[in-house]
């Protein structure tokens, strides 16, 4: 690891047309402001000629890295493959359709030497160039939702350019669409994060990949990110409370059920045998053992975790460096 090394990770999927004008970009933000710059491209499982954009574009420059992936693995897997093979003590991952700007780069780093220093330095598409209802009114009530469960306030959880220094995510593993609460994840372990405006370019070249039903997905993921915050090495406190809610109702149910066999509630009589109230105190009573035996075994899986080594959530074919990036093999 190089402490003057700048890692930019940019994920790819069929994006030929932007590649080259994107890797120029960055290389003359790092001649402007003098930055020890090594660029590190992750071709997720692209079906157009991306790999072969990026071995051209890559081809003198010594400071490259191409990540090839066997498949698509979708965005999370590709920037974790970037992190990995990063060799920066600052890692600046970034879109590669051209939209987010690589002059941002240098006032990202700018922010996070700002004062006592900033650990996580997000990027904020203040003016974003996209449809408001398919695009920017659900990630506003996406970023909302995230920052309210999360306990940190975001503006755009959603944008990929943001600045990290290594030792924040080196132990933090990525899978599913975990990327984008990176910011809340680091911040629970003690990471100070900033936001600062980023510019935000209109689409020019390919097509966008995402939709609105990724909003779902983002929403599903905010509880998995909840409980890794909240009970990741206590799941026996969650789950519980839930056996102590469910056994709660099971005895008021059973109480009401008591009641109204004695006619306490204005009414006949009535039999427990013939009361249903009694079978709903009875299911909601094992409800609340199996909420218990299930948080016995999260536990014992919580301490498998920890005592285990974690596995990649992808898989490489080749890596290419240096001049060899534009190497035939």
């Not at 003057?4 to 990770?9: A, D, E, G, P, Y």
């Not at 350019?161 to 132990?171: C, G």
């Not at 990949?209 to 990724?214: H, L, P, Q, V």
């Not at 993921?221 to 409370?241: C, E, Q």
Request: proline share 3%; net charge positive; hydrophobic share 45%.
């Amino acid at each position: 690891m190089d402490s003057r090394l700048i890692s930019i990770v940019v994920p790819v999927f069929n994006e030929q047309l932007s590649l080259e004008a994107l890797a120029r970009e960055i290389r003359e933000v790092a001649a402007s402001h003098t930055l020890n710059v090594q660029m590190v491209f992750v071709d997720d499982g692209s079906t157009d000629g991306s790999l072969e954009r990026l071995r051209a574009a890559s081809r003198d420059d010594p400071h490259a890295t191409i990540i090839e992936l066997r498949r698509n693995f979708g965005q999370t897997a590709a920037m974790a493959a970037g992190f990995d093979h990063a060799g920066g003590r600052i890692i600046v991952p970034m879109d590669g359709d051209m939209q987010n700007d690589p002059r941002d780069i240098a006032r990202l780093l700018a922010k996070m030497y700002e004062g006592r220093g900033h650990d996580v330095v997000s990027g904020w598409r203040k003016d974003r160039q996209d449809t408001f209802v398919s695009r920017k009114l659900p990630s506003m009530i996406a970023n909302w939702l995230i920052g309210y469960v999360t306990g940190v306030r975001l503006h755009d959880y959603g944008c990929t350019l943001k600045a990290y220094r290594r030792e924040i995510i080196r132990d933090v593993n990525l899978y599913s669409e975990l990327h984008r609460f990176l910011p809340a994840l680091a911040a629970w372990n003690g990471a100070r994060v900033a936001e600062i405006p980023v510019n935000h370019r209109p689409r020019t070249r390919g097509l966008t990949k995402y939709g609105i039903g990724r909003t779902f997905k983002v929403l599903l993921d905010l509880l998995t990110v909840k409980f890794l915050g909240s009970y990741m090495n206590k799941p026996l406190y969650f789950f519980g409370k839930l056996a102590v809610y469910a056994l709660l109702i099971a005895t008021v149910v059973m109480l009401v059920a008591i009641g109204q066999k004695y006619g306490h509630f204005g009414q006949e009589a009535l039999h427990l045998n013939r009361n249903i109230l009694v079978t709903l105190s009875v299911l909601f009573a094992i409800l609340s053992a199996q909420c218990l035996v299930v948080g016995v075994m999260a536990e014992l899986l919580v301490r498998i975790y920890h005592e285990s080594q974690g596995r990649p959530t992808y898989r490489i074919r080749n890596v290419y460096r240096g001049k060899t990036a534009g190497a035939r093999r």
